[in-house]
């Protein structure tokens, strides 16, 4: 294809991006997304430092006239060059196979490996405060805490959201748990607007080796049939290796539960942007009075929490 089509290519397939797309450079895998083109450039913004970047027309052309010479090793790219070669592969001539980028009259426009959606590219801040809003969109719609009477749907649904927001928020926590002990001192407490929080300390025990362990019990004259037991992992060794049969040597009992198997993310998405679009349609006075009513809800929270 003619250089000047192949930039033509480029800029459209980069402005066709849905909105909060993300390519990753191939071997720093350093996200960035596409802010905007022009007739000499692509400028780009990477997510993990703000970055802003302009890709050159001419830096392609030099990129694309080294494709043209043979494939070309991702691991040797070099950082400068990452974000035009993930770029590159957005065309409908060149592709991704076995860690090289080559020339394919069979790749697909649109499609690369570096390409993360926006459902995906969002930040994990961004996905819990996603999944919180699906979440309180659900419960708003059953009305009831008889979930026994949900229908199935709405039954799996409400399971599904409540573990990615358990699951999300936990993660965001064990974020949040470094910084604040690096911040308080020994059982110091601190006050936010939500709660309090103290440092606090456990012991965690754990026994030496047996070696030691034994020492210690002929030391004291303590006989050491008292502390031995039976080692499972030993044990399910010789159950492996042996004829010995499970229900031999263990008590098993069958326990049911429901496991999250799968999560439809473009789902997810989707049915935010619906939200959104719910609310974008609401006239002035609706809108006013929406947000009337989250500060009167917001301002019986703080009550409470302060009478509390």
Do not use: N
Request: with cysteine.
């Amino acid at each position: 294809m003619d250089p000047d089509d192949t930039w033509t290519s480029l800029r459209k397939q980069c402005e066709a991006l849905e909105p909060g797309a993300e390519l990753i450079t191939p071997v720093s895998e350093r996200p960035f997304g596409i802010e905007r083109t022009a007739a000499d450039r692509i400028v780009v913004r990477f997510g993990d430092s703000g970055e802003r970047q302009s890709l050159w027309r001419e830096q392609f052309v030099v990129v694309l006239e080294r494709l043209e010479e043979g494939a070309v090793a991702i691991e040797r790219l070099q950082p400068g060059i990452e974000p035009y070669a993930s770029v590159v592969t957005l065309t409908d001539e060149y592709a991704v196979d076995d860690g090289t980028i080559s020339s394919d009259p069979d790749a697909v426009a649109g499609e690369s490996p570096f390409l993360v959606s926006a459902a995906d590219a969002r930040a994990p801040r961004e996905r819990v405060h996603d999944d919180a809003l699906l979440l309180a969109a659900l419960l708003e719609r059953l009305e009831t805490d008889e979930f026994a009477a949900l229908e199935t749907d709405s039954l799996t649904d409400l399971y599904v959201l409540t573990s990615d927001v358990q699951h999300g928020t936990d993660r965001l926590r064990r974020s949040a748990r470094e910084p604040l002990l690096e911040r308080l001192g020994p059982d110091q407490q601190r006050y936010g607007r939500y709660g309090t929080v103290r440092r606090t300390t456990r012991d965690r025990r754990r026994p030496k080796d047996a070696e030691t362990v034994f020492a210690a019990l002929d030391d004291h004259g303590i006989p050491r049939e008292w502390v031995t037991g039976i080692d499972r992992d030993k044990l399910d060794v010789v159950l492996a290796v042996t004829e010995l049969e499970t229900d031999e040597v263990y008590d098993v009992t069958e326990d049911v539960y429901i496991q999250k198997t799968g999560v439809d993310e473009d789902e997810k998405y989707s049915r935010l942007q619906g939200l959104a679009d719910r609310i974008d349609d609401l006239d002035d006075t609706e809108r006013d009075a929406l947000r009337e009513e989250l500060a009167d809800i917001e301002k019986r929270l703080d009550e409470a929490l302060s009478s509390g």
